[in-house]
């Protein structure tokens, strides 16, 4: 479990929408205060690469996994809460940090995420500090 946010965590600071698919199973939840959606993984890629574009648009510079707090569920199942960290050109060094729940299924090789929920919209969160997309010229 450790591998696997540890190179989540890499793969989010980077904006790699391969990578960051490739930790999701090939069915996923993704949830938070707007609703839930169930996706394949052709569907999670589109949401997230506009996640991306969004992260960009906004001057995200990094993302780092600030705590983790794993709880089993039951045999092959554990929920993750992670506090991430994200910086960007406009906050400077400071962190803004919000809450991600991951459930994962366990397994010996390649544990996935099924289900992840996060627990504020981070959206409109980063428009409350004035982080708002960059307009196209």
Same mark, same amino acid.
């Given at each position: 479990?450790?591998?696997?946010?540890?190179?989540?965590?890499?793969?989010?600071?980077?904006? %790699?929408?391969?990578? @960051? =698919?490739?930790?999701?199973?090939?069915?996923?939840?993704?949830?938070?205060?707007?609703?839930?959606?169930?996706?394949?993984?052709?569907?999670?890629?589109?949401?997230?690469? +506009?996640? @991306?574009?969004?992260?960009?648009?906004?001057?995200?510079? =990094?993302?780092?996994? @600030?705590?983790?707090?794993?709880?089993?569920?039951?045999?092959?199942?554990?929920?993750?809460?992670?506090?991430?960290?994200?910086?960007?050109?406009?906050?400077?060094?400071? +962190?803004?940090?919000?809450?991600?729940?991951?459930?994962? +299924?366990?397994?010996? @090789? %390649?544990?996935?995420?099924?289900?992840?929920?996060?627990?504020?919209?981070?959206?409109?969160?980063?428009?409350?500090?004035?982080?708002?997309?960059?307009?196209?010229?």
């Amino acid at each position: 479990m450790d591998n696997l946010f540890r190179e989540y965590e890499t793969a989010f600071d980077q904006l %790699d929408l391969k990578k @960051i =698919s490739g930790y999701c199973a090939d069915n996923l939840i993704s949830a938070g205060p707007k609703g839930s959606i169930a996706h394949n993984r052709k569907e999670y890629e589109k949401k997230a690469e +506009q996640a @991306i574009k969004f992260y960009k648009s906004v001057g995200r510079n =990094s993302a780092r996994i @600030i705590s983790k707090r794993v709880m089993p569920i039951c045999n092959g199942y554990s929920m993750v809460v992670v506090r991430w960290g994200l910086t960007f050109e406009k906050t400077g060094s400071k +962190q803004v940090e919000f809450d991600v729940s991951y459930i994962i +299924q366990e397994t010996e @090789i %390649d544990p996935k995420i099924i289900l992840l929920i996060s627990h504020e919209d981070e959206e409109t969160a980063m428009k409350k500090l004035g982080l708002e997309p960059a307009l196209k010229e």
